[in-house]
């Protein structure tokens, strides 16, 4: 009995501990936010492609319960496909363990309604499927409430991102470039060393 009291103990204090720190379980905060994401059709390229992203408020929640948001970030994420065998991609319900959303889009002053902003892809962005989240922050920074463009087991209004390949097209045809000049080099310096022979032999 003793043992089992000693284990509640420990696990509230743990749990207290974990508050007073402001560690936020994602569980614990409400889906207040609407949130949708368009752009073109097909794979979209990073470092090319926009992404138009609009938010808002949802209507059927009670007005005022929003009172405490103070701005919003909206967050680039990764979808279960592309965080499978990645546990450097892993969703946690800690919030500042949490993998799934690790690029920055644009953080705004919350506005209930009559939001939206166009984000070109950045050009870090890997080859993967995505889903864009907003988180509403308080006052002290805290995720407050959240929306994103998907369902919530992160299956509907997904895209995917192609990364930049590395090469660049002015890099091909340098190459390209190079090596003919290479082979024409080759081909004048043994036509030289043939005159140069036949040369010698005159003499």
């Known amino acids: 009995m003793a043992t089992r009291l000693f284990l509640v103990a420990t696990l ?3 749990c207290l501990a974990a508050t007073s720190h402001g560690e936020i379980l994602f569980s614990s905060i ?13 794979v ?22 929003d009172s405490t948001y103070k701005t919003v970030k909206l967050k680039l994420c990764y979808a279960p496909i592309s965080q499978k065998d990645r546990a450097w991609r ?11 959303c690790q690029f920055d889009i644009v953080t705004k002053p919350y506005k209930s309604a009559n939001n939206n902003f166009t984000w070109t892809i950045e050009r ?23 929306g994103q463009n998907t369902n919530a087991e992160k299956t509907d209004d ?9 090469r660049h097209a002015t890099l091909d ?29 005159h003499n």
């Open 90 to 100: 892993r969703t946690e319900d800690h919030l500042k363990k949490d993998k799934t």
């Open 173 to 201: 045809i340098c190459s390209v470039v190079f090596s003919v000049f290479s082979v024409v080099s080759l081909f004048g310096f043994f036509y030289m060393e043939k005159r140069k022979a036949k040369a010698s032999q």
């Open 158 to 166: 997904l895209f995917e991102v192609q990364a930049i390949s590395g």
């Open 30 to 42: 409400k889906s207040s936010l609407l949130v949708s994401a368009s752009h073109r059709q097909g």
């Open 12 to 14: 509230l204090l743990s």
């Open 124 to 146: 870090d962005v890997p080859t993967g499927t995505y889903f864009v989240r907003a988180y509403a922050l308080n006052s002290a920074g805290e995720e407050s409430g959240y």
């Open 44 to 65: 979209l390229k990073a470092g090319e492609d926009d992404i138009t992203l609009t938010w808002s408020y949802k209507s059927s929640n009670l007005a005022g319960t």
